[in-house]
């Protein structure tokens, strides 16, 4: 008997931790992946942080939760201004289709953004005859700096921005590569790089206000699709202008 009894207990124990081994994981042992101080501006479904007009046809949700250029059709920005931040996105080009698009940061004037804000560039540098290390190439700060890295997936795969933009300092990691950085302190002359190059910016971009909305390109109606857009703040400082002052007047002396 006691025998039996051993040996009932060994395969007791054994079924007990064969179960355990597949038990779903409690709270005690479970650790979620939080989103702590991350505003998401789209995540599939709701757009409300984008002032977007969705019966104009021109931007449209497909059933994946991407948020696409439909048609031809106006950009859209964030309804809200900031400052300090870092801002993680993905995108989708395709090839033969001439995409084009574009992340817009800090945009004083959402109806002059090419003049009053910075473009982070999305392009098919194939369609367009375009150089990876180009000043118009995917992940450049267009017309500012060129990517330094390739850092491009394949057309048709997703892409993954961080943009950070903290005080002077704007950075750009493409797919887990630091591709751009500039120190906008240097860009002090208008229509010029601080290396001398000529840029079409009629206003110093190094003086440009340290804040505004953040928009998503459409350019003539190619196709981009965007994902998983969300935001956190770098800093306390708060935006104090409204986009409707004429640019002129909020440049830094």
């Not at 409690?26 to 599939?44: N, R, T």
């Amino acid at each position: 008997m006691n025998r039996l009894l051993t040996r009932l207990s060994l395969v007791f124990l054994v079924l007990t931790a064969s179960i355990a081994a597949f038990a779903v994981p409690q709270a005690a042992d479970y650790k979620p992946v939080m989103k702590i101080g991350w505003e998401i501006l789209f995540d599939g479904k709701g757009t409300n942080a984008f002032d977007v007009d969705f019966s104009a046809g021109a931007w449209a949700v497909d059933p994946d939760g991407s948020l696409y250029v439909a048609k031809a059709g106006p950009s859209i920005f964030t309804k809200k201004r900031y400052c300090d931040y870092v801002l993680e996105l993905d995108y989708r080009i395709v090839s033969g289709k001439k995409s084009n698009s574009g992340v817009f940061i800090r945009t004083h004037n959402n109806r002059d953004e090419v003049n009053t804000g910075m473009e982070i560039q999305i392009l098919d540098n194939a369609d367009y005859g375009e150089k990876w290390d180009a000043m118009n190439a995917n992940g450049a700060i267009y017309d500012l700096v060129h990517p330094s890295v390739d850092a491009n997936n394949p057309l048709g795969d997703w892409n993954h921005y961080r943009i950070t933009a903290n005080g002077s300092k704007i950075r750009v990691v493409l797919n887990g590569k630091e591709i751009c950085f500039a120190d906008l302190t240097k860009w002090s002359v208008a229509r010029k790089n601080p290396n001398g190059q000529e840029n079409k910016f009629p206003y110093p971009i190094g003086a440009l206000p340290q804040e505004g909305f953040i928009g998503l390109q459409n350019y003539g109606g190619v196709p981009v699709w965007f994902r998983n857009i969300k935001l956190k703040a770098l800093s306390k400082r708060q935006p104090k202008l409204t986009g409707q002052e004429p640019i002129t007047d909020v440049l830094a002396k």
